[in-house]
C-alpha cells in the first residue's frame, strides 16, 4: 500500500503537495475503509484547476518508466511547473510492503528522462543511481552481481534489476516497488475509455463482455443501477457487438445508449477485467455524468473492495457522508495543499454530522 505520496514541481504543484494515507483517526464507523492502519479508500474534492486530475497524473507517473504496460497517455501532457524556474520534478512514495516502510524517490527532468532514482528501507538510504554521471550506490545484497553497465540508455535501473534477475529475496524492496507499479491502474468516467497503467488485453468492451459470456451478468448490472436496457449480442459481418432492443429493433448498444450509460459501461469492464488484479485504483472525474444515487452506488461497490487501495477524485460533496465514508477518507486540494477533513478542522467530528453542510458551510477552509 501507499502510505504517504509527494510531488514537487510538477505541472501546477510549484511545492512539494503530500497525500498522506498514514493519517488515519479511530473513527468507529466504517472501519472497512481503514487497511493496515493506512487509508484504503480516499475521496478528493477540489474545485476546477485546483489539481485532481494532476495528481493522478503525479501518483501515475511511477507507471511510465518501470512498466511495459499498455498506456494511452495522449489525454495529458507532462510537464514541469512553469512558475519555479527549477528543471527536474521530484516524485516521493512511502510504501508498506508487510512489516517494512519502502521510500523510493526520483527526479525527471523537462524531457521525462529520469535523472536520479533512490531506495529507502526504513528510512535508510540503500540504493542510489545518479544519470547525470551514470555513478551509483548498492547496499542491497541480493542484486550485487548484476552489471548495470548492459542496461539500455534512457530504462530505468529499477526495472532492467527486476528484469534481468531470476531470483529475488520476497522482501527485496525493488522487487516490490516495480511489482506495486505493474498493478496501479487510472481511468477517467467519460465516453471515451481514457487509462494508464494495468491493462487487461486491451480489449474493446463489447468483445470483452461477449467473450467472457458476460452479456446477462452486464444487464444485471445495469438494472441494479436503474438502467433499463435489455442487453443481446448482434451478429455482423464483422462479428459480435453488443446489441439492445428498442421498440421492436435490436440496434448496436453503443450507437443509442447515453453518456452516462456510456460512462457506466466503461466502470463495468474495468470492475470486471481488472479489480480483482490490481493494488491500487485512481479514479478520475468518478460521477461527470452520473446522479447522485448512481454515484453512491457505485461508491458502495468499490469500497467494499479492500484488495485495492483506491484514490477518487470528484465536484460532488453529496458524497462526503458518514453514511459512506469517514472524514479521515475524505480531502480537500486547495492552493496546493490536500489534507483530509480531520486535519482541516478543531471540531470533533461525530458520525452523526452532515460533512456535506460542514463542507458548504466554510467549516473545513483554511
Known amino acids: 500500500m501507499i502510505?504517504?505520496?509527494?510531488?514537487?514541481n510538477f505541472k501546477n504543484f510549484k511545492d512539494k503537495l503530500t497525500l498522506d494515507f498514514?493519517?488515519?483517526?479511530?473513527?468507529n464507523f466504517n472501519s472497512h475503509l481503514i487497511v493496515n492502519d493506512l487509508i484504503n479508500k480516499a475521496i478528493v474534492f477540489g474545485y476546477n484547476s485546483s489539481g485532481k486530475s494532476n495528481l493522478g497524473f503525479a501518483i501515475m507517473d511511477i507507471t511510465s518508466h518501470l512498466t511495459d504496460n499498455i498506456k494511452q497517455e495522449n489525454h495529458y501532457s507532462y510537464s514541469l511547473n512553469l512558475e519555479s524556474g527549477k528543471n527536474e520534478a521530484t516524485f516521493e512514495y512511502?510504501?508498506?510492503?508487510s512489516n517494512q516502510t519502502v521510500t523510493y524517490v526520483y527526479q525527471k527532468d523537462w524531457n521525462r528522462r529520469l535523472l536520479t532514482e533512490e531506495v529507502f528501507v526504513n528510512g535508510k538510504s540503500l540504493f542510489f543511481y545518479d544519470y547525470r554521471n551514470n555513478t551509483y550506490r548498492n547496499e542491497l545484497k541480493d542484486i550485487q552481481s548484476i552489471n548495470l553497465d548492459n542496461r539500455v540508455e534512457n530504462i530505468?535501473?529499477?526495472k532492467y534489476i527486476r528484469n534481468n534477475i531470476l531470483e529475488f529475496e520476497q522482501d527485496n524492496p525493488i522487487k516490490l516497488i516495480v511489482d506495486f507499479a505493474n498493478e496501479m491502474l487510472w481511468f477517467r468516467s467519460l465516453r471515451e475509455n481514457e487509462f494508464m497503467g494495468h491493462l487487461a488485453n486491451g480489449d474493446n468492451i463489447s468483445d470483452y463482455i461477449i467473450r467472457n459470456n458476460l452479456v446477462?451478468?452486464?444487464q444485471k448490472f445495469l438494472n441494479e443501477c436503474d438502467v433499463n436496457e435489455e442487453v443481446s449480442k448482434i451478429i455482423t459481418p464483422t462479428g459480435e457487438i453488443l446489441g439492445t432492443k428498442k421498440g421492436k429493433n435490436i440496434v448496436p448498444f453503443f450507437s443509442?445508449?447515453?453518456?452516462?450509460?456510456?460512462?457506466?459501461?466503461?466502470?463495468?469492464y474495468w470492475k470486471q477485467s481488472c479489480f480483482n488484479r490490481i493494488k491500487f485504483l485512481f479514479l478520475d472525474e468518478f460521477d461527470a455524468f452520473y446522479h447522485e444515487k448512481l454515484s453512491s452506488h457505485l461508491l458502495?461497490?468499490?469500497?467494499?473492495?479492500?484488495?485495492?487501495?483506491?484514490?477518487?477524485?470528484?465536484?460532488?460533496s453529496s458524497l462526503a457522508t458518514n453514511q459512506l465514508?469517514?472524514?479521515?477518507?475524505?480531502?480537500?486540494?486547495?492552493?496546493?495543499?490536500i489534507k483530509s477533513l480531520s486535519n482541516l478542522t478543531n471540531k470533533v467530528l461525530r458520525e452523526g454530522h452532515s460533512l456535506r453542510k460542514l463542507m458548504e458551510a466554510g467549516e473545513f477552509d483554511e
Do not use: M, W
Request: proline content about 2%; charged content about 20%; aromatic content about 16%.
Open 256 to 268: 443509442v445508449c447515453s453518456t452516462g450509460t456510456a460512462c457506466l459501461t466503461l466502470f463495468y
Open 156 to 158: 530505468s535501473v529499477l
Open 94 to 97: 512511502e510504501f508498506l510492503f
Open 3 to 8: 502510505k504517504k505520496f509527494s510531488v514537487t
Open 216 to 218: 446477462d451478468e452486464f
Open 325 to 337: 465514508t469517514r472524514p479521515d477518507s475524505v480531502f480537500i486540494i486547495k492552493n496546493n495543499s
Open 300 to 316: 458502495e461497490i468499490i469500497f467494499k473492495i479492500s484488495s485495492f487501495q483506491c484514490v477518487i477524485t470528484t465536484h460532488n
Open 22 to 27: 498514514s493519517k488515519s483517526r479511530d473513527y
